[in-house]
């Protein structure tokens, strides 16, 4: 049977998009707080070749608010708010599934629509605007949610520790075996010193043209890295997907001691997985291992730990209010993702400021809270009078097939 079929032969009408008084507002908190830690990540891709750095095991920033930056970003967002996201993605696809079933829609289907607007809106993302979009990936490994719709939440459990600790356990062999440089790429190595001055030249001081050109070659280097940690984000997928099957978000309070034990048990295990990112330079061998293991495990558990940290806060009625404002954050999260990859390339590229390769981790933290601070304005501005963001609602309208009011009380 056709995994996007639902009811063969039969035709019905499309659901309606999810109302505000439907969202679950947690959902959107968590949203939120991971755009902040995504921003943070980000803001050294967009401000200095550190995908060829990091090749090379270079302390490209010697100064001592640099480094202590480098190792806040390391030990708090590095490979964990990426994970949270794909989290949401498949806790996502779930319940848009079973809300679509309860509005008698076609699911499936429509869920592969929507997938289908993500992925154009990605590939002009990742062409025009900036190499390191994600967007693409998570719409293609999407479709593969598909065929997990009907599976029984054990299944999606096993599959997802599957994924992650299958690959992990074997390249860590590998890599035990061989060393640290199993890790690395050879070629990419020996190539970063000269693709460091060439990102430096085309994005700081080149025409569009020559950032045109450079965003496209970085664009094949950061798609084979997510083709690679694939296995990764499609298990958060399936942990989302769990999570949106046993019904824990939709019902917190029922399910508080299970988020509970998660919370205790990640930390417990991430922690000890996290400090030894503190523990070696990036010159060292061991480096690149410890690394590695973060991509894989401590970062996916980690992730684990702020979900539920925030889930068990968001029940305190003090601590929802402190954090409402990154609620509407978290519903324009498209538009804000997009968002930030406009004005930090517009702050870094020679079209704009032109600062590329001029601003140290430390001011790149300054940069994204204020960036940060300006979209949590900006979202709770936006949502007292419209009822989607502007790409949320470009995103509805193309996936149903009809025009959606976007002004409160009509167009």
Known sequence: MNPLQDRPG???PLPAATQQADRIQELDLIRGIALLGILIVNMQVFSY???YVSELKLNWWEGMWDRMAEAFIAFVAQDKSRPMFSFL??????IFVQRAEQKGGRPLALFARRLLVLLG????????IWFGDILVTYAVLGFFLIFFRGRAPRTLLRWACGLLLVPAVLLTAAGLLEGPGIFGDPQLKAA????IEQSLQAYGQGSWKDIFAQNSFDWQIALAGYLTLSPVLFAMFLLGAYAGKTGVFQHVAEHRKRVQKVWIGSLALGLPLLLPALMFEKSEPAYKFVEFIGLW???PVMSLFYICSILLLAQIPLWRRLLAPLQAVGRMAATNYLGQSVVCTWIFYSYGLGLYGQVGPAGGLAIAAAVFGAQVLFSNLWLKRYRFGPVEWIWRTLTY????????GGF
């Open 297 to 299: 495990l401590t970062g």
């Open 89 to 94: 993605f498949g806790l996502g696809f779930m």
């Open 121 to 128: 809106i990605g590939l002009i993302h990742a062409y025009f």
């Open 401 to 408: 097939g009809r025009m959606s009011s976007i002004r409160k």
């Open 192 to 195: 970063a010193p000269a693709l």
């Open 49 to 51: 070749p550190v995908i």
């Open 10 to 12: 039969q035709t019905v």
